[in-house]
Structures are given as C-alpha cells and as structure tokens.
C-alpha cells in the first residue's frame, strides 16, 4: 500500500482519483480478487460492477466523500454470487465506521445535533440512531 493509498485508512483500497474542487471527492477500488464467502474458493470472476458513494471523514471544514467501485463476483466453484466486502465498511450503509464513530465521538463530547447536522450532512434522526448503537 502506497503512502497516498494509507490516508484513507481503509485498507485493501486502491485510490484511482482525487478531486478537491467542490468538497474532497475519492475515486477508489479493491486492490485484490476476494475469495467466495461461501466456499472460500480463489476461482471468482468478476460479473459485473457496482459503484457505491460513502461519507468517510472530515478534513477540516471538508467531507471526504468515497465513491467504491464495488465488483460483483461469481464463484465458479459453487456458483453463488456476491459483492466484494471492505473492513469498516458495512453493506447497505452510506457512511463508514470511523464517519459514524466520528459523529459519535462529537455528540458525546458535547457537541448538540443540530450543529453536527449542519457540519457533517446528516440528520439529526440519523445522528440519534447512531449515538443510541454506539452505546449499545
């Protein structure tokens, strides 16, 4: 993993573009071929792609926005389908781990939700939902 690829912080993940024009948006993709979840076979191609748009973490006044190039895989060894899986990343979600640990981590420190709606581009709904699996 190169030293650009490290900012991120999520790894397996290989950055393909970066624009800083309006917001900071990131253009990435796996690095590797994953093996099937169900049978942990190595013979999987790749069907088709699917691409994903996740809020990832704030620099400074900015949200770094990740948009995935998510491959589709067919096992040809038991003939299922399914889509590549990232490490803080969780399916059907539209922000990562460490996003919603940040909002988290502010709302805790005192930090009101309308201000975090304002700054992070989330509902105030969405952050209380957060806050409350936080704690469990």
Known sequence: MSHID????????????VDRKRGIHVWAKPTTRAACVYCASETVRIKATHSRTLKHTRQGNQIMILHLSVPKY?????DRY???QFPGIRPRFRSTESYRLEVFEAHDGG???SKLA???RVGSA????????QIK
């Open 6 to 17: 490290s900012i991120l912080g999520l790894p397996g993940l290989a950055i393909e573009h």
């Open 74 to 78: 067919h096992c040809q060894n038991c």
């Open 82 to 84: 399914f889509r590549h």
């Open 111 to 113: 930090v009101s939700q």
């Open 126 to 133: 969405t952050i209380e939902r957060w806050y409350q699996q």
């Open 118 to 120: 304002l700054t992070h």
